[in-house]
């Protein structure tokens, strides 16, 4: 986790072979002694370490991350986050690394996993929710429990426009979490509800370590726009294993396919079951076409869904 601190991740795709370093402050004061909580320590030490192993420095790639302003941070901190993103960019600069991503600034922290064989950023999980009829009722009831600290959380609800937002507004004056309209380009980050606009269709899109959602006019889907099947098979596409989906009380079949697409693409499934559903028409649907591992009653889907984020690797 990084907060105002940095994060460098090098990655040399020649050598199949990464790193990370990691420090506090940008720069030594007088009498400090070097130390890799600085900028330039932290970062040499580990180029010399790639150097060792055979790699060209000029060969690596760099992602940065953190250089977050603390909300509460005193006078003499309130800048560090900038300084130390100044800092990470001088020093990437001076060795001639190529910085590829930068998931950087804010006010919040940023959980980064790394693999140093195939340079991929693993970054936080995402929840999936689809519905339809009588399904702000269930999503309601399901992301009121959820904490400020749970996945990002993208929905699509059969609505028209206008409605979505006013939804979005009530639901933000309810939740721990952050709700509101999805606008093209949000980032899907933990703490956060985006939900489609009416009208429009949502998709997620991974960019370096972050997931963003698109938004788009195309043709309605199941006959539907926003469709639950357009946002489920983008993130089956784009997230995969890192991903919780769960289908709700709705009409028709919306979603089926891309609930399959998701389970197949090693994500967790979950649908409501029918005692508990208004209509049960898209998690039946979803169910009898593979794609659903478990149907869950409503007032235990939240604690499921906690459960099954938690334990995600």
């Known amino acids: ?28 004061t007088e009498g400090d002694k070097p130390s890799t ?33 603390h909300p509460d941070a005193n006078d003499d901190m309130l800048h560090v986050g900038e300084d130390n993103l100044a800092a990470a960019d001088k020093w990437l600069e ?3 690394v190529r910085v590829i991503s ?8 940023r959980k980064v996993a790394f693999n140093t064989v195939t340079g991929e950023i693993v970054t936080d999980k995402v929840i999936a929710i689809g519905a339809s009829t009588g399904g702000t009722e269930a999503i309601r009831s399901i992301i ?17 426009p ?12 309810q939740c721990s979490m952050s709700v509101k309209e999805a606008e093209d380009g949000d980032r899907v980050m933990q703490g956060k509800v985006l939900i489609a606009p009416g009208d429009y269709h949502m998709e997620i899109r991974r960019s370096g370590g972050m997931y963003r959602v698109k938004l788009n006019q195309h043709e ?14 983008s993130v089956a596409k784009h997230v995969g294993s890192n ?35 208004v209509v049960f028409g898209m998690p039946k649907v979803a169910f009898q076409r593979g794609g659903v591992e478990k149907l869950v009653p409503l007032n235990r889907m939240a604690k499921e869904a906690i459960s099954i984020t938690a334990g995600m690797n």
């Not at 930068?102 to 922290?109: I, S």
């Not at 396919?257 to 005692?275: F, I, K, V, Y």
């Open 1 to 28: 986790m990084v907060g105002a601190s940095v994060a460098i991740a090098f990655i040399d795709r020649i050598q199949n072979v990464g790193g990370m370093c990691h420090f506090i402050y940008p720069q030594l």
């Open 37 to 69: 909580l600085y900028a330039r320590p932290a970062t040499l030490q580990l180029l010399r370490i790639f150097s060792k192993s055979g790699s060209s420095i000029g060969a690596l790639e760099a992602y940065i991350f953190g250089g977050a302003t």
């Open 94 to 96: 001076h060795y001639g």
């Open 102 to 109: 930068r998931d950087v600034g804010g006010n919040h922290g």
């Open 144 to 160: 009121t429990q959820f904490s400020a600290i749970m996945p990002g959380v993208i929905i699509v609800q059969h609505m028209p």
């Open 162 to 173: 206008g409605f979505t937002s006013m939804f979005a507004e009530r639901l933000n004056d």
């Open 220 to 233: 309605k889907v199941c006959g539907h726009r926003p469709s639950v099947e357009v946002l489920l098979n």
């Open 243 to 277: 991903a919780l989906a769960i289908i709700l009380t709705g009409m028709g079949n919306d979603g089926a396919e891309g609930m399959l697409a998701m389970h197949n693409a090693g994500s967790r499934t979950l649908a409501q079951d029918e005692a508990s559903s």
